[in-house]
């Protein structure tokens, strides 16, 4: 684009921003006449895709901005009257970061002034209670303004339809093109009053049914030391725990108030390396039973606990996701158990031993919650969906709730929840997991990696020969096309993709193998780790990362 071009274009858009903040930002970036940061803001727009949109917080096009709102707004409004939804309802959530309230009230204005109804939750509140509250409302959409775990500096819009889960193809790309055909910001009415926000109603009905969770007998006994990471979760979590007749949380002080700013974190995500240091430092002080932590917008929930040698240790999503499995099947649970293809296929040996449907889906809940007859989802990214009847998405507190029942169970019967994972190992060959992630600034650097292993494939990894590859961008038999390999080999199984979500390449790796007894458990170990270690190693090497 020429300079002239770039600058009469940062103009036209400062000239409808409707917030003070982008701005004036814009207008210093104008009048310094900055072209490599204007080019880069203008370089195209942010694209709507099934994660909705999520990005960096700045003026222009490629920025999370009220302007790139107010469109997304008015896409979905026009989407949702042209499938005939010309009055239906849509309910508004959204979380503490910044400029997630102003995003919350730009998308019930553009709403109203569409002819739709809206509603607002009464404040910052975790993601799945917008999940259950457009269900239990009876709304034709719902949007969460969140960017989850993110760096601070994002914000995000996450879009929901009617049947309380998020939009998958065509959706996305429909939305998208009502997006593109939005002219200008004055075209589209955005009133002042004439939507509800509203009370603590829907969140009761929401804790109400995090009951039904739980079974009516269970123990309740396991303590616990809880942080939201700065988040919405904190007060969500500790009524569902009051309500179970669980002891309080002791909570991690330094992140317990919603924070944008994320202050004691690198990044505000519990897998992340440092996350949880202060709530294993509340853990050593307090010596509870396991650590919960939840993720800002608490839809993900991470478990950790003590090791026999004092200290304390992260559980895997897929270490969880399998303990909750269990869990389940032994409550008698019916119905589907379902994953998506990056997390273990334990969950897969659970099913088929307690003779229950099994179903593997494309990463992410948007697909997991599709599935028919489901009665248990998870995802290796720390995301469980427990109760799909009540949130058809992944939801952090009702996870909590139920490991920590679990955790009360195995500790009245003097056992905990590494007991179980040596169980299961036991029983269905120790699943050891692990993932190799790239974060890069350039995102060519990922598609230069997808496009080697294209061209020269990797015929084997650790000394194992590939059995099988796979370029899912073809689609399986039960698999919709996605960009991504996959390799399987005699023993283990590896996926390379990129983050929907993040600047990242994602590798997902997994090796399988057998436990004759509990005392084989530390070779079994040891020789899990050597092959994973290795696995990624000339991974890395073939990806030319």
Same mark, same amino acid.
């Given at each position: 684009?020429?300079?002239?071009?770039?600058?009469?274009?940062?103009?036209?858009?400062?000239?409808?921003?409707?917030?003070?903040?982008?701005?004036?930002?814009?207008?210093?970036?104008?009048?310094?006449?900055?072209?490599?940061?204007?080019?880069?803001?203008?370089?195209?727009?942010?694209?709507?895709?099934?994660?909705?949109?999520?990005?960096?917080?700045?003026?222009?096009?490629?920025?999370?901005?009220?302007?790139?709102?107010?469109?997304?707004?008015?896409?979905?409004?026009?989407?949702?009257?042209?499938?005939?939804?010309?009055?239906?309802?849509?309910?508004?959530?959204?979380?503490?970061?910044?400029?997630?309230?102003?995003?919350?009230?730009?998308?019930?204005?553009?709403?109203?002034?569409?002819?739709?109804?809206?509603?607002?939750?009464?404040?910052?509140?975790?993601?799945?209670?917008?999940?259950?509250?457009?269900?239990?409302?009876?709304?034709?959409?719902?949007?969460?303004?969140?960017?989850?775990?993110?760096?601070?500096?994002?914000?995000?819009?996450?879009?929901?339809?009617?049947?309380?889960?998020?939009?998958?193809?065509?959706? !996305?790309?429909? &939305? #998208?093109?009502?997006? =593109? /055909?939005? *002219?200008?910001?004055?075209? @589209? %009415?955005?009133?002042?009053? $004439? +939507?509800?926000?509203?009370?603590?109603?829907?969140?009761?009905?929401?804790?109400?049914?995090?009951?039904?969770?739980?079974?009516?007998?269970?123990?309740?006994?396991?303590?616990?030391?809880?942080?939201?990471?700065?988040?919405?979760?904190?007060?969500?979590?500790?009524?569902?725990?009051?309500?179970?007749?669980?002891?309080?949380?002791?909570?991690?002080?330094?992140?317990?108030?919603?924070?944008?700013?994320?202050?004691?974190?690198?990044?505000?995500?519990?897998?992340?390396?440092?996350?949880?240091?202060?709530?294993?430092?509340?853990?050593?002080?307090?010596?509870? !039973?396991?650590? &919960? #932590?939840?993720?800002? =917008? /608490?839809? *993900?929930?991470?478990?950790? @606990? %003590?090791?026999?040698?004092? $200290? +304390?240790?992260?559980?895997?999503?897929?270490?969880?996701?399998?303990?909750?499995?269990?869990?389940?099947?032994?409550?008698?649970?019916?119905?589907?158990?379902?994953?998506?293809?990056?997390?273990?296929?334990?969950?897969?040996?659970?099913?088929?031993?307690?003779?229950?449907?099994?179903?593997?889906?494309?990463?992410?809940?948007?697909?997991?919650?599709?599935?028919?007859?489901?009665?248990?989802?998870?995802?290796?990214?720390?995301?469980?969906?427990?109760?799909?009847?009540?949130?058809?998405?992944?939801?952090?507190?009702?996870?909590?709730?139920?490991?920590?029942?679990?955790?009360?169970?195995?500790?009245?019967?003097?056992?905990?929840?590494?007991?179980?994972?040596?169980?299961?190992?036991?029983?269905?060959?120790?699943?050891?997991?692990?993932?190799?992630?790239?974060?890069?600034?350039?995102?060519?650097?990922?598609?230069?990696?997808?496009?080697?292993?294209?061209?020269?494939?990797?015929?084997?990894?650790?000394?194992?020969?590939?059995?099988?590859?796979?370029?899912?961008?073809?689609?399986?038999?039960?698999?919709?096309?996605?960009?991504?390999?996959?390799?399987?080999?005699?023993?283990?199984?590896?996926?390379?993709?990129?983050?929907?979500?993040?600047?990242?390449?994602?590798?997902?790796?997994?090796?399988?193998?057998?436990?004759?007894?509990?005392?084989?458990?530390?070779?079994?170990?040891?020789?899990?780790?050597?092959?994973?270690?290795?696995?990624?190693?000339?991974?890395?090497?073939?990806?030319?990362?």
């Amino acid at each position: 684009m020429h300079d002239d071009e770039l600058i009469t274009r940062a103009k036209a858009w400062l000239a409808e921003d409707p917030d003070a903040d982008t701005r004036e930002e814009l207008a210093e970036l104008i009048d310094a006449r900055s072209l490599p940061e204007l080019a880069t803001r203008f370089s195209g727009t942010l694209q709507f895709g099934t994660a909705g949109l999520r990005g960096e917080l700045g003026a222009g096009p490629m920025r999370m901005n009220r302007s790139v709102v107010i469109r997304a707004a008015a896409g979905l409004a026009a989407y949702l009257k042209a499938k005939g939804h010309t009055d239906g309802l849509v309910v508004i959530g959204y979380d503490a970061r910044h400029k997630s309230a102003d995003f919350a009230e730009d998308t019930a204005a553009v709403m109203t002034g569409a002819g739709l109804r809206a509603a607002v939750l009464p404040r910052p509140l975790p993601t799945p209670v917008l999940a259950y509250a457009i269900r239990h409302l009876g709304a034709v959409a719902g949007v969460e303004v969140t960017a989850s775990h993110n760096p601070p500096r994002d914000n995000g819009y996450k879009v929901y339809l009617g049947d309380g889960s998020q939009i998958v193809p065509p959706a !996305d790309a429909e &939305i #998208a093109a009502e997006i =593109d /055909a939005v *002219r200008a910001l004055a075209d @589209v %009415p955005r009133p002042t009053t $004439g +939507w509800e926000t509203l009370d603590d109603t829907v969140l009761d009905a929401y804790l109400a049914r995090t009951d039904a969770v739980l079974a009516p007998d269970s123990p309740r006994t396991a303590r616990t030391v809880y942080t939201p990471m700065h988040g919405v979760g904190r007060d969500t979590l500790l009524a569902a725990f009051a309500r179970a007749g669980f002891p309080a949380p002791e909570l991690v002080a330094e992140q317990a108030d919603p924070d944008p700013d994320f202050p004691t974190v690198a990044f505000p995500n519990p897998e992340e390396p440092g996350a949880m240091d202060l709530a294993f430092a509340k853990a050593r002080e307090t010596n509870p !039973d396991l650590i &919960i #932590a939840n993720d800002p =917008d /608490a839809d *993900r929930c991470a478990v950790a @606990v %003590p090791t026999v040698d004092d $200290g +304390w240790r992260m559980l895997r999503g897929d270490e969880v996701g399998a303990l909750l499995a269990t869990h389940l099947v032994r409550r008698g649970a019916r119905g589907t158990f379902a994953e998506s293809i990056v997390s273990s296929s334990l969950l897969g040996r659970i099913a088929e031993k307690a003779n229950l449907p099994y179903e593997e889906t494309l990463t992410g809940f948007k697909w997991i919650a599709r599935v028919e007859g489901l009665r248990y989802g998870y995802e290796e990214a720390l995301g469980y969906c427990v109760d799909p009847e009540g949130v058809r998405d992944k939801d952090g507190i009702t996870a909590a709730l139920l490991v920590t029942e679990l955790a009360s169970e195995l500790k009245a019967e003097g056992r905990t929840l590494l007991d179980l994972l040596d169980d299961l190992a036991v029983e269905h060959g120790l699943h050891a997991t692990d993932q190799l992630s790239v974060r890069v600034e350039d995102l060519s650097v990922i598609a230069n990696s997808m496009r080697r292993l294209r061209e020269q494939p990797p015929t084997h990894l650790a000394g194992l020969p590939i059995t099988r590859a796979e370029d899912l961008t073809k689609g399986t038999e039960t698999l919709p096309p996605t960009d991504g390999l996959r390799y399987t080999l005699d023993g283990a199984r590896v996926i390379v993709r990129p983050s929907g979500t993040e600047p990242k390449l994602k590798c997902y790796l997994e090796v399988v193998v057998p436990v004759p007894t509990h005392a084989d458990l530390t070779a079994a170990r040891a020789k899990a780790t050597d092959l994973l270690e290795t696995i990624k190693r000339d991974l890395s090497t073939a990806a030319g990362i």
